[in-house]
C-alpha cells in the first residue's frame, strides 16, 4: 500500500503527530558496510536511536513499521511501511 508508506529524510524530521510535536523519527546516519542506517525515534523529549537493515521493524507508541529501502548519501531517505 503505497500511500500508507512514510519515507524518512536525513536532516528532516518526521513529525508523527503534527499538533502537538511529541513524536518523530529522523535518519541520524547511515552504514553503506552494513547497509544499515540509524534511525532516532524522538518520544515526548527523548530520543531513542535504532540501527536498522532493510526488513527490520521499529514500533513506537503510533505504530510498527518495516524498514522497506535504504538510500544513503547525504541527501539519503529511508522508506517505511507498516509493520
Known sequence: MASQQ?????RVPYWLDNATRDRALAVMSFDTDTGSVDLGYLAEGTNTVHTLG???????????????????????YVVLEPA
Do not use: F, K
Open 6 to 10: 512514510i519515507r524518512v529524510r536525513r
Open 54 to 76: 532493510v526488513g527490520d521493524r521499529l514500533d513506537t507508541a503510533e505504530a510498527s513499521w518495516r524498514v522497506t529501502e535504504i538510500h544513503p548519501g547525504d541527501e539519503g
